[in-house]
């Protein structure tokens, strides 16, 4: 795989207050490669996640998208958007559009898309993350897992250089984890640009090139999933997958 960097944080610091939620912060992301980004509850991965896309601010570093410093505001910005999709952890879909609605409608105000051209790609979006037939359906008919699933749709939609996911699986009832999982990792292997923040080991030892692990604000090592899952070389990362691995 050639490595093109496409995201990169350098020395990136980030503070809630007192609270110092990421410290000096070095991550390349390449073009293809799916980032898992792992650690206790509170170790600041989600904030580094919304720091890519810019839904948080920083104090200090740079973080750049393809080459360019991430913009601050205005039009640059939302075209920033454009090209860093993000699925978060509750679905965030409009309850009074239809599913197909949901995923077209960036397409047609941010992109400029004719609606002909917006509903032919949502359409095919929507087979590809496996939930065409619900397309004329409104959120609230839908299971949760299929609304995370409409949610990946609209953040293809754009046409993003890299997906954000933020713990998109963890307000799923446990069933419905995996038709999403799926997804995402038809995602990974046709090649789509991802960090997902997750709490799912299965899926970052299958889906990942590369695991972050996070602690207190820091990441603590970042290895290859079977490198990491093995032989983890640090203590907090031995004592959290001892942890976790056990039940």
Same mark, same amino acid.
Request: charged share 25%; glycine share 8%; aromatic share 4%.
């Given at each position: ?30 073009? @293809?490669?799916?980032?898992? #980004? $792992?650690?206790?509850? /509170? ?6 996640? !919304?720091?890519?896309? *810019? =839904?948080? @601010?920083?104090?200090?570093? #740079? $973080?750049?998208?393809? /080459? ?6 205005? !039009?640059?910005?939302? *075209? =920033? ?5 993000? #699925? ?16 077209? =409608? ?142």
């Amino acid at each position: 795989m050639t490595s093109t960097p496409l995201v990169v944080l350098e020395n990136v610091n980030k503070h809630f207050g007192d609270l110092h939620v990421l410290r000096d912060i070095d991550l390349t992301v390449n073009s @293809g490669e799916v980032v898992v #980004v $792992i650690g206790p509850s /509170g170790s600041g991965k989600s904030t580094l996640c !919304r720091t890519i896309n *810019r =839904l948080e @601010g920083i104090d200090s570093g #740079v $973080i750049t998208l393809d /080459g360019q410093p991430l913009p601050a505001e205005g !039009r640059a910005l939302a *075209r =920033l958007r454009s090209d860093v999709g993000m #699925v978060f952890q509750s679905f965030n879909l409009f309850a009074h559009k239809t599913v197909l609605q949901n995923v077209t =409608l960036g397409p047609m105000k941010v992109l400029r898309k004719s609606r002909t051209e917006a509903d032919a790609r949502g359409m095919e979006l929507l087979e590809r993350v496996r939930i065409g037939e619900q397309a004329d359906k409104y959120p609230a008919q839908l299971s949760g897992g299929q609304q995370q699933r409409v949610a990946i749709a609209r953040a293809l939609a754009m046409n993003p250089k890299v997906l954000l996911f933020d713990e998109p699986t963890s307000a799923l009832d446990p069933e419905m984890v995996q038709e999403v999982l799926d997804v995402m990792t038809d995602l990974a292997s046709e090649g789509m640009t991802m960090v997902v923040v997750t709490h799912e080991m299965g899926f970052a030892r299958r889906a990942a090139n590369r695991v972050v692990f996070m602690a207190d604000g820091e990441i603590v090592e970042e290895n290859t999933p079977e490198e990491f899952f093995t032989n983890p070389r640090s203590e907090r990362a031995q004592d959290f997958l001892s942890k976790i691995l056990t039940h």
